[in-house]
């Protein structure tokens, strides 16, 4: 399969995913924020698991990375999401849940990175 095809295949899976992620997320919880941050910090803990069983394995699938990693988690996660939203939110007056939106979604997006690190080490 061409290097091409896995990037676009696993975007357009990840892309998917975020859009029906998000699509609950405001059916359930009425917020699309919420869906965002969700992502976000899914996609961290995935990312890290990825990279912790990677980092323990030689002869590394670039065909996996490039599916997985650039294709799938590179659609999948919302980082100009997170900054329009938040920026929205300085413009709404809303301080305190722009405060919260990048400071919850920057330290627990680093915890579930380093928790999926660790999880993938030791898998």
Known sequence: MSQWL????GGALGSISRYAINL????????NLLGTFFVNISGSLILGIIIGILDNKSGQSTSFRLFAIIGFLGSYTTFSTLTVASA?????DELIKFLL???????????????????????
Do not use: D, Q
């Not at 609950?24 to 917020?31: E, G, V």
């Not at 990048?102 to 999926?116: E, N, T």
């Open 6 to 9: 896995l990037v676009a295949s």
């Open 24 to 31: 609950l997320a405001i059916s359930r919880l009425n917020s």
């Open 88 to 92: 929205k939110l300085i413009f709404a």
């Open 101 to 123: 939106n990048i400071l919850l979604s920057i330290l627990i997006g680093l915890i579930a990175a380093s928790l999926g690190i660790f999880i993938g080490k030791n898998i």
